[in-house]
């Protein structure tokens, strides 16, 4: 039990680690892959060009798949020596075995040595190694314009730290470490492994023969006869420096990797921004789930999640603004962690140096540090700001299309120490301004259009409406009058009375006809905005008897429902224009007249709303209106029993010029009923004259 904890705790220790405690006055550094290849070959074909020697040669690799590429080269290897063991964590028929050379399966799970590189070359003459463990994947690092891609995406750009040495002692160290590992996977070559020691004279120290022509050109003063190993070490024998030109080769290999290295870290930072970009512009033409495309605020709302998350943001925030605009409601925002949210917060844009300055030079601004910038601490209102939400680093970007400002994107820094944006993030948000700025004015476009649809479709209902009313309003009346006037005409003998028949029907008609034609032409004045108001302060009470004279003059052989109003006195007076007020009340009137028996009843009532409206209501008990059609029969030409269908005749443009008189003075009007034949009320609301409002209110009740 004893043996096994000792072995578990052995194979998890670094190599590295054990020789640099073992040797604390080494310095380790960084490497990349395909410089360790290039030292490796060159160390490879340092053995395969010996020509007596027979060193000893110890390969570590991390898997049996790098293996597998220098298999050949150690096939050749074993050529020149017997004294080759390779190390490998097994993957597929990998195993311990002696056929070409002394092959060692270690376990990848537990083993130290699947993280690291070694190669250690101990001759007679020479002694060099590579003992390295490779860094953590650098993928989580972020990333900025000098700093490198994940290591995992370009094998070659790996990085290791550990150090490679032609020093004598330190690879005959790293052996040493190498071989009792080997011991631990496979203790039967305990023989081979201890002949390797010896030759290290890492067991018991043994004479090797040295000639007196090698100590002489070592410049030694002993007899010419054999020393032994510690003599040669102590002679320099085994301590020969590298060739400068390996040196030279190596800082090449290394400048060349970075170089490699920064420009696949420009290229993935480019292939980044592209993907964010094409994200964002992917998310926004998908559309919603009905196919059309998004509303503006969801592009924002797209957008904003994508980029703040992109950038790893502590609050990343999208807005629509305008030139002319003195605040934005933010809505919008990405939110890190531990960040305060700024949703509904009302941000200042008049009088804002931040604001001022990008609309005059339509470009970013960056402020690396709030604390200290004089556009900030000399605005209270941006120094509240910074302050309250902890804003350090602060970097906007307007959205701008054709010179049209339609938005702004900020970026705030949230920590204890300033933050300088990266100038990959910087295009990264200017890509992606451009973007939402052009999926905004789409958006808009197609809102536009979609308008300007059913406004044609309004109007292609109005121009099958006309034709309606035309054959049937204005053809119908014409056909009487022609009929009566043909008679009269025709027989000179008619009766008196038969006459004035003819006459009186003529002029109904006629008049009929009249109010057809001014309908018209009111509507369409409204319609086009070439009415002049002449606003006044009015009293409801007045305006409500005009039009209740103007309809029992315009019926007066006819019986009309009961009538009734009910106008609190002390009522403040309204602000409308007097002669339309009285069209509003007259129409709503008529109509209330034209839909009630005589037997019925109509009220009329006027009160204060509650606010700065007064409401007035116009109800009667007759047919009534079923639930779904309170909103449409205010379209022009409604009618409820159809266009070629009036038994109460009209024109159908009444409740549509009442609409259009009450918008004019910033009122609304709608319409009540419980359905058919329970009775209907139409709601109007007039704004109160100011003055009238607090000097004529209604008493305390």
């Not at 290290?200 to 002489?216: D, E, V």
């Not at 980044?272 to 969801?298: A, F, M, Y």
Request: contains cysteine.
């Amino acid at each position: 039990m004893q043996r096994l904890t000792k072995t578990a705790m052995s194979i998890s220790n670094s190599l590295l680690s054990d020789l640099l405690q073992d040797l604390p006055q080494l310095r380790s550094q960084i490497y990349f892959k395909a410089s360790l290849t290039a030292l490796s070959h060159a160390m490879e074909d340092q053995v395969m060009a010996s020509a007596s020697e027979q060193p000893l040669l110890i390969a570590s690799f991390q898997s049996e798949r790098f293996y597998r590429q220098e298999a050949h080269r150690y096939r050749r290897l074993a050529e020149k020596s017997n004294q080759i063991y390779v190390l490998a964590a097994p993957e597929t028929d990998f195993t311990n075995s002696s056929d070409y050379y002394e092959t060692v399966a270690f376990d990848p799970e537990k083993d130290a040595l699947s993280h690291e590189w070694h190669l250690v070359v101990v001759a007679e003459n020479y002694a060099t190694c590579i003992v390295c463990r490779e860094r953590p994947d650098s993928s989580e690092r972020k990333h900025g314009p000098e700093q490198l891609p994940a290591m995992s995406e370009i094998d070659s750009a790996r990085q290791f730290e550990g150090l490679w040495s032609s020093d004598r002692n330190v690879s005959c160290k790293a052996a040493d470490l190498l071989l009792k590992r080997i011991l631990i996977y496979r203790p039967e070559l305990e023989t081979k492994v201890e002949q390797s020691r010896l030759y290290l004279g890492l067991s018991q120290p043994q004479a090797r023969k040295i000639t007196n022509r090698q100590a002489q050109k070592k410049g030694s003063s002993l007899p010419a006869k054999t020393i032994n190993r510690n003599d040669a070490v102590s002679l320099g024998f085994y301590n020969i420096d590298p060739d400068p030109f390996i040196e030279r080769l190596v800082t090449y290999l290394q400048a060349g990797q970075y170089k490699l290295l920064k420009a696949y870290g420009a290229i993935a930072s480019q292939e980044r921004k592209e993907r964010l970009v094409n994200s964002i512009t992917t998310s926004i033409r998908r559309g919603n789930h009905t196919g059309q495309p998004l509303h503006p605020q969801e592009i924002l709302k797209v957008a904003v999640q994508e980029l703040g998350q992109a950038l790893s943001a502590c609050r990343c925030l999208i807005y629509r603004a305008r030139i002319t605009d003195d605040t934005a409601t933010i809505s919008h925002e990405f939110l890190g962690s531990s960040v305060g949210s700024v949703v509904g917060q009302t941000w200042p844009l008049q009088n804002n140096p931040l604001f001022e300055e990008v609309v005059q030079q339509q470009e970013k601004i960056y402020i690396a540090d709030t604390q200290i910038d004089d556009r900030v601490t000399s605005t209270p209102l941006l120094a509240q700001l910074v302050r309250q939400f902890k804003i350090r680093s602060w970097f906007v970007m307007p959205i701008f299309y054709q010179g049209r400002l339609l938005g702004m994107v900020e970026l705030h820094h949230c920590g204890t120490e300033p933050y300088e944006w990266a100038a990959d993030e910087v295009g990264l948000v200017e890509a992606i301004a451009t973007q939402v700025g052009s999926a905004l004015i789409q958006a808009e476009a197609y809102a536009n259009l979609e308008d300007l649809n059913q406004q044609l479709e309004a109007l292609d209902r109005t121009r099958s409406n006309l034709i309606a009313i035309t054959g049937h309003e204005l053809r119908t009346p014409l056909s009487t009058i022609q009929v009566c006037l043909e008679s009269l005409a025709t027989e000179p003998d008619m009766p008196l009375e038969l006459r004035q028949v003819m006459l009186d029907t003529a002029l109904a008609d006629s008049e009929r006809m009249r109010k057809l034609v001014q309908d018209f032409l009111t509507l369409s004045n409204l319609e086009s905005g070439r009415v002049d108001w002449h606003p006044e302060a009015l009293p409801i009470e007045e305006c409500i008897d005009l039009a209740l004279s103007r309809i029992r003059t315009r019926a007066s052989n006819e019986a009309l429902p009961k009538i009734i109003t009910s106008v609190p006195q002390q009522l403040p007076l309204v602000k409308a224009d007097g002669d339309w007020l009285v069209e509003v009340i007259s129409k709503l009137l008529d109509n209330a007249c034209k839909f009630t028996p005589a037997q019925g009843q109509i009220s009329i009532d006027a009160d204060r709303d509650g606010g700065q409206m007064l409401e007035v209501s116009v109800a009667d008990t007759g047919r009534g209106i079923e639930p779904n059609r309170l909103e449409v029969v205010f379209d022009r030409f409604y009618q409820e029993e159809g266009a070629l269908r009036r038994t109460a005749g009209g024109t159908g443009l009444g409740l549509a010029i009442c609409r259009q008189i009450v918008n004019g003075w910033g009122g609304q009007i709608w319409a009540k009923s419980n359905g058919k034949d329970q009775g209907s009320s139409f709601h109007f609301t007039i704004p109160i004259a100011k003055s009238a409002s607090i000097g004529n209110s209604e008493p305390p009740r």
